[in-house]
C-alpha cells in the first residue's frame, strides 16, 4: 500500500503543497472552526505559492470542513475504502484529482489513517481540545506521532526526511467544553524550547516547528561508518581472497586473507559497540577477550598446520602457545605470513589481558581517575562537574552526558553502588569521596569545568558544599567562573544568605518549584474566561484542590499563595486533603507560615481536610471533595503524595468518578471545567506514555496530566533556562534607569539617536510616571538592542530580595495578562502603543492586585505589619532589617500605588520580550 501511496502522491509532491487534517467529529462552533481552516489554507497558498493537495478522512466535524474549505486547484486524497460511496460530499466523486486509498482489509483503519497522514504531509492542521483520550488512529495519536514518532502502544514511525510544521487550532468539543492546551515540550529531532509559556486562547492557533536534520553531520557520518564498517569489510575481504587466489605468496601481508579477517572482526566489535551501549562492560570483559582469542587460535592452527606441523593437535597448541607468548620466538624460518598475523593477534591478546586484569584490580573509580587524568592531559575539551548523591545528581548527570561529546564528573558518596549501575556504560566519571571535603572537591577540578552543579539531597550540605567550593574558588587565581555554578536549595532564607556570604551571581534553585512554577504557569488555575458560550454567566472564582501533602504540594501551595490574587471580582478557594501520617507536616507548615490563619490582606482562603482512610471511603458519592465541585467554577486537582505510585493508585479510584462530573451528569447537564494533574516520578518516558494512556482511558474527556518526572525536571536544559529571568532582569533594567543608577548609565550611555527618541516623547496629557516609563523602555530596548549583557550587569548589582521579588513579579504578570483579557502572544501590536491599549481604571485596578500579590509575597518570607507610621518614616532601614513593613496594608500612599502601576505599564512590553527570547 505504502508503494502506491508514493506513485499517487509523486505527481503532486512537485506543484502541490501535501497537507493532512486530523481533528474531532463533535466540534461546537464548526462555523467558526471552518472559517479558520479557510484561513489557514489562504496563508499556505500565499506562503508557498501552491495549491493545496489535502489528506483527510471525510468524516463530519473537523474532516468535512477541511474538504470544504478546498478550491478549484485544490486536490483531495480521500483515505477510505474505494467501495463505499460518498454519501456527505458527492460532489467528491467528481472533483479532479481525487484519489482513494483502500482501507477496506485493514485492521485498524484510522491508525493507518494516521501513519499516511503523519508520514507524508509537510503540514499537519489539528483541531482538537489537547486532551489525551487514548483512542488509537484518534487526533491525540496523530498529534504525538507528529512529534515523537510513536504511537500510543510503542509503534516507531519513519517520519520524512523533510521540515514539517504543526498547526494546532485549541477549539472546545461537546464531550468536552474546556480545551486545553498542550505544550509540546521536546522535539522529535532533538531541538528543544521553552516550555514555560501560557496558553493560548480558545480558537487561536498554536504552531510549531519540526526541522530535517542534516545528512552530514558528524554524527550521522560517524553512525554511518558504525553501520556499516562490517558490510565494508566483507566486502574487501573478498576482494583480497580473489587477489590472495590469483597471486599467491607474492601478495603482501596486508592484503593477506587473515589479515582482512582481522578488519572484519573489528568491524563487527565496532557495530556490537554502537548499537549495545548498554552491554558495553560485557563486551569489554568477555565478547572482546574471546573474539581476540578465536582469531588467534583460529589463524595460528591454519599457519601451523599447513606449515611445519602436519599434526591437527600440535598445530592447535602451538597456536595456544601463541596467546602466551610462548610460541612467537620460534625461528623466523619456519613462519609464514599466516603465523605472523597470529602472533600479532596473540600478542594484542596478552596486552589487552594485562590491561584488563589491571582495571578489575583497580576498581571503577580508579579506573574513573585515571581517565579523568588522561582526558585533562590530552583533550582540551571542557566537562560539567555534578556533585552530590541520590536520583536527582545521576538523572541530572546522564542528561549531560547525552550530549553529544560531552564529559561529565559526579562526585558521590554512594556508599550502596546504586549510582555506578544507573550510570554504568555512559560518558561519566564516578569519583567517590566526602562531598564537604576540601581535598576531593579539588579533584573534580572544578574550576576548570564548564557548568559546576551542586545538588546533593539536603539543603544544609548543599549549603556547605557551595561554602567550600568558594573556598577554595578564593585560593585559585584568574579564576571568576563562579556565575557557572548552579545550587539546589529549597529554603528562602538559605539562599539569600548564601549569596550574602559567598557570591552574587550563584544561580540557585529548587526542583519542586521549579516544577510548580511551570505548571501553574503553562495550566493556570485562573480559568475564568472558560465559558461553553458567551451567555453563559462568567465565573467568578477558581478551586483547587491538593490531594496529599508532600514537598510538591507544599510547592504548589507556595506558588498559589503568591500567584493566586485576581483582584476583588475575583477568588480563590484552596482545599487540602491530608492523611493521618501528614498531621505533624502540616502543623510544621502552619507554624512556619502562621501569617495564613491570620487575617493580613491576601485574597485566597484554605481549608484542611483529613482524607478517608480507606479508598472505598473515596468512592462514596457523599464525599466532600465531589461535593466541593461545582459547575459555576473552574477546578483544578492535583494528587500530590509522598509515594507517586499510591498518588496515581489514589487517581485511577477517583477517576471515573471524576469524568461523570465533567460531563455534567449529575450537575444537572452543565458540565464542570475540571482538570487533574497527577504527580510521578517515572524514570522511563515510554513507561509514563503507558500510563497516562491508561488513565486517560478511565475518564476519556477529563483533561488528565502526569507532571514532575525527573528525566525531564532534573535537566541542564530546565534547569538553566529555569534561571534566565529574562523579563526579570529586563524589569530590572527599566528601574536602574528609573532609579537614575550611576553605575548602569556610565557603562551603557545613551546614544545621539536615543537622545533624540526620548526628548520626542509627547507630554500632552500624561502624567510624569507614564512619561517616564515610555522613556525607560526606549532606553531598554536601545541597551537590548546593541548589549544585552547589561541584563546581567544590573542583575549582578541586586540583592536576593529583589531578584525575587521581580521573578515573582513577572510570574504575576502572566496573570495580569489574563485578567486584562489580552492574548500574550499578540502583544507586539499593542507594545508601541501601550497607554492607549490598557484603561487608566484597569491600570489602577491591577496596581491594587499587584500590591495584594507584594503583600503575600512579603508575608510567606516572614514579614509582620507595622503600624506606626511615623516611626516607620523615622527607622525605615533598621525596620527593614527586623522585617516590619508598613505598607503591609491595603492602603497604601500615592507613591506607593505609582510603584505598582508602573510595572503594569510595562508588561506587555517585558512579555514581548520574553516571546522574542
Not at 102 to 124: F, G, N
Not at 488 to 517: G, P, S, V
Request: net charge positive; with cysteine; proline share 4%.
Amino acid at each position: 500500500m505504502n508503494d502506491k501511496l508514493q506513485d499517487k502522491l509523486k505527481k503532486y509532491s512537485s506543484s502541490h503543497l501535501i497537507v493532512g487534517l486530523t481533528g474531532h467529529m463533535d466540534l461546537i462552533d464548526g462555523d467558526r472552526v471552518g472559517k479558520h481552516i479557510c484561513e489557514k489554507f489562504d496563508e499556505l497558498r500565499q506562503a508557498t505559492g501552491k495549491p493545496i493537495a489535502l489528506i483527510s478522512g471525510t468524516a463530519v466535524g473537523a474532516d468535512e470542513l477541511g474538504v470544504k474549505a478546498l478550491i478549484q486547484k485544490d486536490k483531495f486524497i480521500q483515505i477510505t475504502d474505494k467501495k463505499t460511496p460518498n454519501k456527505r460530499h458527492p460532489e467528491l466523486d467528481s472533483q479532479v484529482g481525487i484519489e482513494y486509498i483502500d482501507l477496506s482489509k485493514s485492521k485498524h483503519s484510522y491508525r493507518v489513517q494516521a501513519e499516511i497522514i503523519v508520514t507524508h504531509a509537510r503540514h499537519l492542521i489539528a483541531i482538537w481540545d489537547g486532551v489525551d483520550t487514548g483512542k488509537t488512529g484518534g487526533t491525540s495519536e496523530v498529534v504525538q506521532m507528529w512529534h515523537s514518532g510513536k504511537s500510543f502502544d510503542g509503534t516507531v514511525i519513519e517520519l520524512p526526511k523533510f521540515d514539517r510544521r504543526l498547526h494546532q487550532l485549541i477549539t472546545p468539543r461537546t464531550s468536552n467544553p474546556f480545551p486545553v492546551h498542550r505544550p509540546i515540550l521536546f522535539r522529535s529531532n532533538g531541538e528543544r524550547i521553552l516550555p514555560t509559556l501560557p496558553p493560548r486562547k480558545n480558537y487561536t492557533w498554536s504552531e510549531s516547528r519540526i526541522s530535517a536534520q542534516s545528512q552530514f553531520t558528524k554524527m550521522k557520518i560517524r553512525a554511518w561508518i558504525w553501520k556499516y564498517a562490517a558490510w565494508a569489510l566483507a566486502c574487501l575481504l573478498i576482494i583480497v581472497v580473489v587477489t590472495y587466489i590469483l597471486l599467491g605468496e607474492s601478495s603482501c601481508v596486508v592484503c593477506h586473507p587473515c589479515f582482512v579477517a582481522i578488519l572484519l572482526a573489528l568491524g563487527w566489535i565496532t557495530w556490537l559497540y554502537h548499537y549495545y551501549k548498554d552491554s558495553r562492560t560485557l563486551l569489554f570483559r568477555f565478547v572482546y577477550p574471546m573474539v581476540l582469542a578465536v582469531l588467534t587460535l583460529t589463524i595460528g592452527t591454519m599457519g601451523f598446520y599447513y606449515g611445519d606441523k602436519p599434526d591437527f593437535l600440535d598445530a592447535f597448541f602451538s597456536a595456544a602457545n601463541l596467546i602466551t607468548l610462548n610460541s612467537s620466538a620460534e625461528s623466523s624460518e619456519k613462519l609464514t605470513s599466516v603465523i605472523d598475523i597470529a602472533r600479532l593477534t596473540g600478542g594484542i591478546l596478552a596486552g589487552y589481558a594485562f590491561i584488563l586484569a589491571f582495571s578489575l584490580a583497580a576498581g571503577r573509580e580508579r579506573m574513573n581517575r585515571l581517565k579523568f587524568w588522561l582526558y585533562r592531559r590530552g583533550k582540551k575539551k571542557p566537562f560539567d562537574v555534578v556533585i552530590g548523591d541520590g536520583a536527582i545528581a545521576a538523572q541530572l548527570a546522564m542528561d549531560l552526558a547525552a550530549e553529544e561529546e560531552n564529559r561529565v564528573v559526579l562526585l558521590s558518596r554512594d556508599p550502596s553502588g546504586k549510582t555506578d549501575t544507573i550510570i554504568q556504560n555512559s560518558n561519566i566519571w564516578l569519583l567517590k569521596g566526602n562531598l564537604t571535603y576540601s581535598i576531593d572537591l579539588k579533584q573534580t577540578h572544578f574550576d576548570k569545568a564548564r557548568y559546576v552543579y551542586v545538588v546533593s539531597t539536603n539543603d544544609e550540605e548543599n549549603f556547605r558544599i557551595t561554602q567550600e567550593l568558594d573556598i577554595i574558588n578564593s585560593t585559585i587565581h584568574q579564576n571568576d567562573n563562579k556565575s557557572n555554578w548552579y545550587v539546589l536549595l529549597r529554603d528562602q532564607q538559605q539562599r539569600r544568605l548564601l549569596q550574602e556570604i559567598t557570591h552574587k551571581d550563584l544561580h540557585l534553585f529548587d526542583i519542586n518549584a521549579m516544577i510548580a512554577r511551570r505548571l501553574l504557569r503553562v495550566h493556570p488555575v485562573d480559568r475564568f474566561d472558560h465559558q461553553i458560550s458567551p451567555a453563559r454567566v462568567a465565573r467568578k472564582s477558581a478551586r483547587v484542590i491538593i490531594i496529599g501533602f508532600s514537598a510538591m504540594a507544599r510547592a504548589i501551595l507556595d506558588r498559589l499563595v503568591i500567584m493566586g490574587h485576581f483582584g476583588p471580582e475575583h477568588q480563590l478557594k484552596i482545599r487540602i486533603y491530608y492523611s493521618l501520617d501528614e498531621k505533624v507536616t502540616i502543623a510544621q507548615y502552619q507554624e512556619q507560615n502562621s501569617y495564613l490563619a491570620s487575617s493580613n490582606p491576601v485574597s485566597w482562603k484554605i481549608k484542611w481536610v483529613p482524607i478517608p482512610e480507606s479508598i472505598n471511603g473515596m468512592t462514596y458519592t457523599s464525599w466532600s471533595l465531589y461535593r466541593w465541585i461545582d459547575p459555576a467554577v473552574c477546578t483544578t486537582i492535583y494528587f500530590c503524595k509522598t509515594d507517586t505510585l499510591e498518588s496515581t493508585t489514589t487517581a485511577s479510584q477517583i477517576l471515573p468518578r471524576l469524568g461523570w462530573l465533567h460531563k455534567g451528569v449529575e450537575t444537572k447537564n452543565q458540565p464542570c471545567d475540571l482538570q487533574v494533574y497527577c504527580h510521578y516520578e517515572f524514570p522511563d518516558r515510554d513507561d509514563l506514555q503507558h500510563m497516562e494512556k491508561k488513565m486517560n482511558a478511565m475518564a476519556p474527556h477529563v483533561p488528565f496530566f502526569f507532571f514532575g518526572s525527573l528525566m525531564r525536571e532534573c535537566s541542564a536544559f530546565m534547569i538553566r533556562e529555569e534561571e534566565r529571568d529574562y523579563a526579570a532582569k529586563v524589569l530590572a533594567l527599566l528601574y536602574g534607569y528609573l532609579d537614575k543608577d550611576k553605575k548602569l548609565l556610565e557603562k551603557y550611555p545613551l546614544s545621539e539617536e536615543t537622545k533624540n527618541q526620548l526628548s520626542l516623547v509627547p507630554d500632552t496629557g500624561k502624567s510624569d510616571r507614564d512619561q517616564e516609563w515610555e522613556k525607560a523602555i526606549i532606553y531598554a530596548r536601545h541597551i537590548l538592542g546593541a548589549k544585552s549583557a547589561a541584563l546581567d550587569f544590573v542583575w549582578k548589582e541586586l540583592s536576593e530580595a529583589d531578584r525575587s521579588s521581580n521573578r515573582e513579579s513577572m510570574e504575576h504578570g502572566w496573570v495580569k495578562m489574563r485578567l486584562m483579557n489580552l492574548d500574550v502572544y499578540q502583544l507586539e501590536e499593542i507594545v508601541n502603543d501601550i497607554l492607549s491599549a490598557i484603561n487608566p481604571e484597569t491600570i489602577k485596578q491591577l496596581g491594587a492586585i499587584e500590591h495584594i500579590r507584594w503583600n503575600a509575597e512579603k508575608l510567606k518570607l516572614g514579614w509582620n505589619i507595622y503600624k506606626n507610621e511615623e516611626r516607620w518614616k523615622e527607622s525605615k532601614e533598621e525596620l527593614k532589617k527586623q522585617k516590619q513593613h508598613f505598607y503591609l496594608t491595603k492602603s497604601i500612599p500615592s507613591k506607593e500605588q505609582y510603584k505598582d502601576e508602573t510595572q503594569i505599564i510595562a508588561l506587555p512590553f517585558l512579555i514581548s520580550y520574553l516571546l522574542k527570547k
